[in-house]
């Protein structure tokens, strides 16, 4: 187990030996647990932050090898603190995200416990509070944050055939293209990561299927702007509500080889075969639904509506930036895509691995209070849940189009930093008579006395 901080925890008798109170308990110490904690240090709120693993685990071991960040390193960070030694358009490799993030919790000496694994959380009965059950022993606080990522369980479609004949696994567990069997691979999904991972693997030399569903294909960059700075000068990362009918569609994005858009018939014109939505798997023969040209020309449109909103936005501005009129020219389709490949058989095809790029979603099972729905999605109004005190910090758009993203978690842990505080101002008011009380009971001779050894719920780490 290392901590960051080791003021933060009770002097050197373990979690096990001794019951933990602090007022405000983070769980998770990836970039949102990170963020909060940056927020409640500045605002002076005591507070514990307890990761399963290390500080971003995620993106140091739950990521494929290649990975960098989808954006630029002036803009994929916290405000506080620039990426050492990496020019700002490059893009971070994975491993130097996660130590940006180590690196950004020493900055203000984070009270992080790594290596402890948070297993329950309960409302106390009678009394304000959680008591909260973890690997090391139990704590006790007035508030609990939720840090626990987007992007916990792998979900792989009920479609996918129990097959012995082939490899599966999810895009969580690829690393790299040496880790798959000789012969040819069916990728699912053709969002960030599905499309990368294709990408690689056609590089490395095997034959691919691309199952492309509905998608947002931003341009990398339009006159001398990468997209990220596009969607902040038009107030996309901002949007705080899915366009009705967007609902499903997933960003292809790419920071991989320096960053370059996301091509599909560039990579079909490559030797890539893409495929439509995948359907069915019957007996080793999957079918494809026939509509990939229509999910390639709504990416289309996503891409020419920002080029058109650029241009509008410089015109506006009367901003001096380079006109890019190629940017407009499409690639002649391609034959997957004029002739559409609607059932496979992986045998005949020589496919032996198919890569599920079918996202992730959360698992609260451990969190036995009222902040989920029935159906186990957190119900809560940015951030702030059902259950007064149990805080949501990092799910997409919890706020805005930008929440699960590195820039928008700072700004949303700010916000949930600064509705604790408000709600310890709540709590601590008294009525008049409370006030005279108070008074009469400091002016006692024992007041001191007795004040000094007053009930309250220990301050730890930061004060
Ligand atoms: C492939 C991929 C690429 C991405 N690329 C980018 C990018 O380029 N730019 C960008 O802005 N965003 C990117 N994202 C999105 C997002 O930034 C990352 O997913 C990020 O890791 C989310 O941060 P988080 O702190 O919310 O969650 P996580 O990084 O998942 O951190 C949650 C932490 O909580 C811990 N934890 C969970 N449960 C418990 C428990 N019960 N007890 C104790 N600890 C617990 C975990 O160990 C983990 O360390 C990417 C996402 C994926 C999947």
Redesign the pocket.
């Known amino acids: 187990m290392s901590d960051l901080n080791q003021s933060a925890l009770q002097k050197d008798t373990g979690m096990t030996t001794e019951k933990i109170q602090i007022d405000t308990l983070v ?9 909060m904690s940056e927020h409640l240090s500045r605002l002076g709120v005591a507070h514990l932050v ?10 140091r071991t ?3 090898d290649s ?5 630029p390193a002036w ?2 960070r916290f405000p506080g603190l620039e990426f050492e030694g990496l020019d700002p358009d490059a ?2 490799a ?1 491993e130097q ?1 996660a130590d940006y ?1 180590e690196a950004y919790a020493k900055k203000f000496n984070a009270p992080i416990r790594t290596g ?4 329950q959380v309960q409302r106390n009965a009678g009394r304000p509070g959680f008591t909260v059950e ?2 090391e022993g139990v704590i006790e606080a007035n508030q609990v944050v ?7 369980r792998p979900v792989i479609p009920p479609i996918a055939p129990k097959d012995e004949r082939f490899t599966q696994i999810h ?2 567990e690829y690393r790299n293209p040496q880790q798959l069997p000789e012969g040819a691979v069916l990728v699912v999904g053709a969002g ?2 599905g499309v ?1 991972i294709a990408d690689e693997l056609q590089r490395a030399g095997k034959q691919v299927y691309l199952s492309v569903g509905a998608h947002d294909r931003p341009p990398r960059a339009y006159r001398n702007r990468d997209f990220c700075w596009w969607l902040g000068v038009l107030g996309e990362w901002d949007a705080e509500a899915v366009q009705a009918g967007k609902e499903h569609v997933t960003i292809a994005v790419s ?1 991989a080889r320096g960053g370059h858009t996301v091509d599909f018939r560039r990579l079909a014109h490559q030797g890539m075969t893409l495929v439509g939505l995948t359907q069915s798997f019957n007996d080793g023969v999957v079918t494809f639904q026939a509509d990939l040209a229509d999910n390639l020309a709504r990416g289309d449109e996503n891409y020419l509506a920002l080029l058109d909103a650029a241009d509008a936005y410089i015109a506006r501005n009367g901003l001096d930036l380079p006109e890019e009129p190629e940017a407009r020219t499409m690639l002649p389709e391609p034959a997957c895509v004029t002739n559409p490949v609607l059932e496979l058989d992986l045998a005949e095809a020589g496919v032996t691995s198919v890569i599920w790029a079918t996202g ?1 979603s959360a ?1 609260y099972s ?1 969190l036995k209070v009222n902040a989920c729905d029935a159906k186990g999605k957190p119900q809560h109004q940015r951030g702030v849940s059902s259950e007064p005190g149990v805080y949501f ?3 997409p758009w919890l706020s805005r189009r ?1 929440s ?6 700072w700004h949303d842990a700010k916000h949930i930093a600064d509705h604790i505080v408000k709600q310890r101002t709540y709590l601590a008011y008294r009525d008049a008579s409370q006030r005279q009380a108070e008074a009469e009971r400091k002016a006692r001779p024992d007041g001191a006395y007795a004040d000094s050894h007053a009930p309250k719920l220990s301050i730890m780490g930061v004060s």
């Open positions: 769980i998770g110490a990836g970039q949102a647990g990170v963020a307890l990761e399963r693993k290390r500080i971003a685990e995620a993106w739950g990521r494929w990975l960098v960040a989808n954006g803009h994929d893009f971070a994975k995200v993030f402890v694994d948070v297993q973890t690997s939720i840090a626990t990522g987007p992007f916990q895009s969580a960030s990561s990368q920071g992730y698992d451990w910090v990092g799910l930008g699960a993203f590195i820039w928008g978690v």
